[in-house]
């Protein structure tokens, strides 16, 4: 019964669950490939979600000064319409 030792037994056992590691690194659902892309994928999803967050934000400003006909959003409306400065005002120019 030598064959039956612990150490025996033991060395099976890590070859076992090498086998099936190997096994489901290849063929498996989630293998190292797929990880990877689902990695990406949620670091894009985040990224998209921040974005399209912000942009809610930002049109929510826009709708409750509209609603409540605030200064800020009527002078944006006009310099949409007249892109030339006005007396007075300053243009930075970014590139």
């Known amino acids: ?7 025996s037994l033991i060395n099976i ?3 076992f669950v090498l086998f099936y590691l190997i096994y ?3 063929y498996g659902r ?3 490939g797929n990880y990877l892309i ?8 985040i990224k998209l979600q921040e974005k399209l967050n912000i942009d809610m934000f930002d049109l929510n400003i ?4 509209f609603y409540s006909n605030k ?3 009527i002078d944006e409306i006009t ?3 007249n892109t030339n400065p006005v007396d007075g005002e300053i243009i930075i120019k970014l590139d």
């Not at 019964?1 to 150490?7: G, I, P, R």
């Open 1 to 7: 019964m030598k064959f039956l030792k612990t150490n």
């Open 13 to 15: 056992f890590f070859i």
């Open 24 to 26: 489901h690194a290849l």
């Open 30 to 32: 989630l293998n190292i």
């Open 38 to 45: 689902y990695k990406y994928e949620h670091k894009m999803y």
């Open 62 to 65: 826009d709708l409750q000064s």
């Open 71 to 73: 200064d800020d959003y």
């Open 79 to 81: 310099k949409q319409k």
